[in-house]
């Protein structure tokens, strides 16, 4: 197996059930357009959030590293339409690019997208009463992951969804003497999971069009 295979199962799986539509695949071009990293999900990981925030019953979620906003348009059509989803986002660049695709899938009234280092921003939405949230997606810098993790339980409704992206660093996160801030951050996040009773979790490897990667799932109990 390869990623030029894993990549073609990918398309297919997209073409046939997952079916994204003009919206989706206008945020990738603008996305592209723009320089933004390509490190989006792919459709079908895209479509994954967007199922587990409908069967979590998200009215609001949280997620935490916007991109240019392709995730953020999965997870918020899984809300009802009085639903919100707040995205957080340190680069302002990114965010602009991020509004516009938002706009363009016409969820501009369920989204707001917050510029600002992460751990600027949490604190901010518990003091302003946001929280709790149903669903939460981390996707950002891997160095600090484990203290997004601990700002989603504190910030989570019973019952609430966590997701978090690029867990397995191609492998690399078994290696306890890897060197890499990223593999170190990952490691310290999944100790801080199996640390922290309030959840349950598990993570799956994955292999697709992004190559060999994976993510942590994680409950909050009731």
């Known amino acids: 197996m390869n990623e030029r295979r894993w990549s073609a199962v990918d398309a297919y799986f997209t073409k046939t059930i997952v079916k994204q539509d003009a919206a989706l695949e206008a945020a990738l071009a603008a996305n592209a357009t723009a320089g933004l990293p390509q490190i989006d999900v792919s459709p079908p990981h895209g479509k994954l959030l967007h199922l587990l925030a409908r069967m979590a019953g ?84 891997k160095e600090q992951t484990a203290e997004y993790f601990a700002w989603a339980v504190k910030l989570a409704a019973p019952g609430a969804a966590i997701v978090v992206d690029n867990v397995i660093r191609d492998g690399r996160v078994a290696h306890a003497k890897d060197r890499d801030a990223r593999v170190r951050g990952i490691r310290r996040f999944l100790e801080a999971v199996a640390a922290e009773p309030r959840v349950t979790a598990t993570t799956l490897q994955t292999v697709g069009s992004k190559g060999y990667d994976g993510f942590t799932l994680a409950v909050v109990g009731r």
């Open 58 to 141: 998200t009215r609001k979620a949280l997620e935490i590293g916007a991109l240019g906003g392709y995730s953020t348009i999965w997870i918020a059509r899984a809300l009802p339409q009085d639903g919100r989803l707040v995205t957080l986002e340190a680069s302002e660049t990114h965010a602009a690019v991020a509004r516009r695709n938002i706009a363009r899938a016409s969820l501009s009234d369920k989204v707001e997208v917050r510029v600002a280092p992460a751990l600027e921003s949490l604190p901010k939405i518990e003091a302003e009463g946001l929280a709790p949230f149903d669903f939460v997606f981390i996707d950002a810098d």
